[in-house]
Each structure stands twice: as structure tokens, then as C-alpha cells.
């Protein structure tokens, strides 16, 4: 008899997304006259950078010859890219990565759930509240946590609320924990971490011997020159985290998709005999077994992300979505509703009207207004009562989303 992992069988009913997807099918199918706009899910609407796309036609021509074409790559990354990465987005900011330490793969959503592999069963995990719903999906898959109850919080993880009562910055855990999910600029908040705060959970992570997994997908989208884009700019970060990225939400490959993972060798584990190991070759041994790497094509496109043009054409991409973000926040602050976010990320994230659930509020906002957000309990119990809106659509839809929203407020 072939068994199944029962811990599938612990998931909630859907997973945030299809569960979105789910609803508004069947508002479609019931209403088709209805132009739906949607807020809700963070993918991308505005083509490629020029840059990217010439680099990647020019790749594409090279597969046609036989003296060009190229076929298994290496797992971890062409050296192309990988040096490009630790020159740029770690040389230019006085931060000391290598370019063997950093691994290319086809999306950070993959790369922090399959991150897992390399840590034990026994490691007490810690995610804040809410969360981006991979973290704890993954976590539950792999067998890590009990059951959940009623407010969807699972028995043997350790949840840190970020809420406006706390100004969205978790307090550190009051037990030891071992593996630390920080995600910042913050889905599905928009908030950002301070030096400060990130120096207290290195330092903690250090006093704990934890490791941190911190999410940094929306670095790009940082405005304030006070704000770290990387978890490496604080001391002692290089002995206790990895850190993964993302090609998606900056240079738009969400359907093109490449990401990576820095594990410099510095930080370890350890095993049941107290032998200290670097994860650097756990997961190097992962990776390599486990995925076959990123398309030559696809690396080359993102190399060209750090050509002069390619940097300048992507800076204004990020530039045309921090402004549909600025247009939500302010159309929404206009009329009244308490916003947070949008400002150093593409996430605004808002108070539901009083006395509305937040499925109470997406349901309404898409039957009387044609739009789709994200519930904020579906990213965990102290999400209840707030609401998700994306900044990632067209300037045209952003403004009758804006129109439309203030109609439904006032």
C-alpha cells in the first residue's frame, strides 16, 4: 500500500492564491459584464527591460550555432552572473560576498521552502504574524508543526505578531528558536526594518546560535537611504543568515524566473554529535542534486540586468510601481482609511472598515467594486482585520482602482 506524507493532509483548505483565484472565477462567471481590476496577487504587469530582452535574443541567437550553443550549465550559476551579483548588489555596498557563495535559481518562493532540506525536523522554527504563506506552508509539509487551530496557527512554530500596535516590528521570541523566517521590505506589510532592528535579531541569532532566513525580494524598492537592502550590512550577519533574492519583482521576471541564495561559508549548523558544519556545502550538495540550474538564456538576461541601461531602465520600472503604490496610499489616506506601507515597497496594506472580516471586506470590495486585494488573515491570525493591495498593474488600472475605491469609502 503506498502511503502519503500526512502532513499535506494539516494545509488548510486552499492556499491563499487559489483560494483568491477561487472566488473570483465564480464572480466572473456570474457577472462577466463586470471589469474586474486586480490588486491582489504581487505579479508583475510591464514588459521586460529592453536591455534584458536584447541580451536574451542575443543568447538565443548564440543556442542557434553549434560553436555557441551551450547545454548543461552549472547548478549553482554561471560565473558571469554570480560575479555580476557579488560585484553589484554586495561589492557596491561595502559587503563581502563571493561570488561561489552565491547560488542561481528560479525563484526565491522555491529556494525558501526548498532551503528546508538542509535543517533537521527537531529545529524550532519562528515566523512573524502575518506572513507570506510559503514560509509556513513548507514548514508544515516538512513535517515541523502539529495541527493548526482556530485562528489557522499551527502547534510547534513560534509566531511573532507584526501590528500597528507594535508598529509592525516583532519583539524576539521569549524561547529559543532555531530557524528565523525575517522578510523585509515586508510581504504582505510594506514595512521596512531598521539597522536597529536587524542588529537585535543578528545579535540574538548569534547569542541563540538560530539562523536567520531573511526574504529581501523587494530590496530594490527601498527609498530611504537609512534602510539596509541587505541583512549582510549588519555585523556578525555573515556567521548566522542566508539570503535570498529576486529577479521578479524588480527587473519583472516573474514569468521568466531567476532568483538566488546567498550561504556564505561562514554560518553552520550543527549535528547530533555537536559537529559544526557549514551549510554552505549542504546546500551546495542540494542544489546540485536537486536542480539542473537556472537557462543559459534566462542568465543572460539577467546579467544584463547590471549593464548601465539595464540598471537605469529598471530603476525607472521600480519607479513606475512605487508611484502606483504612492497613488494608492494617498487615494486611500484621502478618504480616511489608516494606511501603512507602500512607501520603501509595492505593498499597501490598510484597515478594513470596522466591523468586517477581512473576507467580509474582499468580498465586498469585489462585488460592489470590482476589485480583488488580498485578505490579510489569509497571511496568518494577526493579519485579521487588515487588507493587502498590490501596486504591481498599469497606471490606468491603478487610477480607476483608486476611483473606485474612494466611490465604495465614501
Known sequence: MTRINENFLKLKAGYLFPEIARRVNAFCEASPEAKVIRLGIGDVTEPLPPAIVAAMHSAVDEMASAESFRGYGPEQGYAFLREKI???????????????????????????????DIFGSD???????????VYVDTNVMAGRTGEADSSGRYEGLVYLPVTA?????????????????????????????????LKQWVDYALAEDAVILFDAAYEAYI?????????????????????????????????????????????TGTSSTGERTPLHQLWNRRHSTKFNG??????????????????????????????????????????????????????????????????????????????????????????????????????ANVEEAVTRLQRSFS
Open 223 to 267: 527609498t530611504d537611504p537609512e534602510i539596509p537592502h541587505s541583512i549582510y550590512e549588519i555585523e556578525g550577519a555573515r556567521r548566522c543568515a542566508i539570503e535570498f533574492r529576486s529577479f521578479s519583482k524588480n527587473a519583472g521576471f516573474t514569468g521568466t524566473r531567476c532568483a538566488l541564495t546567498v550561504v556564505p561559508k561562514d554560518v
Open 123 to 133: 529545529n524550532v522554527v519562528a515566523v512573524t504574524d502575518p506572513v507570506y504563506p
Open 165 to 197: 500596535e507594535n508598529s509592525f516590528t516583532p519583539a524576539l521570541p521569549e524561547q529559543h528558536v532555531d530557524l528565523i523566517y525575517l522578510c523585509y521590505p515586508n510581504n504582505p506589510t510594506g514595512t521596512v526594518a531598521t539597522r536597529e532592528t
Open 294 to 395: 537556472v537557462p543559459y538564456i534566462v542568465q543572460r538576461g539577467a546579467e544584463a540586468a547590471y549593464s548601465t541601461e539595464g540598471r537605469q531602465q529598471i530603476r525607472d520600472l521600480v519607479d513606475f510601481y512605487l508611484t502606483n503604490a504612492r497613488l494608492l496610499r494617498e487615494g486611500l489616506e484621502a478618504v480616511g482609511i489608516t494606511v501603512y506601507g507602500g512607501v520603501n515597497a509595492p505593498y499597501v496594506w490598510l484597515k478594513a472598515p470596522e466591523g468586517l472580516s477581512s473576507w467580509d471586506f474582499f468580498d465586498q470590495l469585489l462585488q460592489q467594486a470590482h476589485l480583488v486585494g488580498t485578505p490579510g488573515s489569509g497571511f496568518g491570525a494577526s493579519g485579521e482585520g487588515y487588507f493587502r493591495l498590490s501596486a504591481f498593474n498599469s497606471r
Open 86 to 116: 557579488a560585484s553589484v548588489d554586495y561589492g557596491e555596498r561595502g559587503i563581502d560576498i563571493s561570488a561561489d557563495e552565491i547560488f542561481v535559481s528560479d525563484g526565491s518562493k522555491c529556494d525558501t521552502g526548498n532551503i528546508l
